[in-house]
């Protein structure tokens, strides 16, 4: 079983960047599919990126396309999600998760939160001016 501490959340402004942290602790962390997940207060939780076991199969919301990227480093426990132009639509709680099934790896749509557990405590981003 992995236990999960995200990090790196703030208040920045519009156009600015952060970088999430997910250090895990327990075994096997370099077997699971890791993903980040989003929720804003009265609204879904909702899938922001997802990363396969290796690393080599990653999955992105639409509107996050070309300002985020998530990373691991399976020597550190440790998967990474730098956001850049960050947008005040991007405000919310941001949670890290585990996928035992590694599933995104053979089926990309399965970046849903449904398919994850392991839920982290949350780091909250806040874009404003």
């Known amino acids: 079983q992995l236990q999960f501490v995200e990090s790196g959340g703030g208040l920045v402004q519009p156009g600015g960047s952060l970088r999430l942290s997910c250090a895990a602790s327990g075994r096997a962390f370099a077997y699971y599919a890791i993903g980040w997940f989003r929720q804003a207060p009265g609204k879904e939780r909702e899938a922001v990126s997802c990363i396969s076991s290796s690393g080599g199969t990653t999955t992105y919301t639409d509107s996050v396309k070309g300002r985020f990227t998530i990373s691991r480093d399976n020597a550190k426990n440790t998967v990474y999600l730098q956001m850049n132009s960050l947008k005040p639509e991007d405000t919310a709680e941001y949670y890290c998760?585990?996928?035992?099934?590694?599933?995104?790896?053979?089926?990309?749509?399965?970046?849903?939160?449904?398919?994850?557990?392991?839920w982290g405590q949350g780091t909250q981003v806040t874009v404003s001016s």
């Open positions: 998760a585990a996928d035992a099934w590694d599933t995104i790896t053979t089926d990309q749509t399965m970046c849903v939160p449904n398919a994850y557990d392991f």
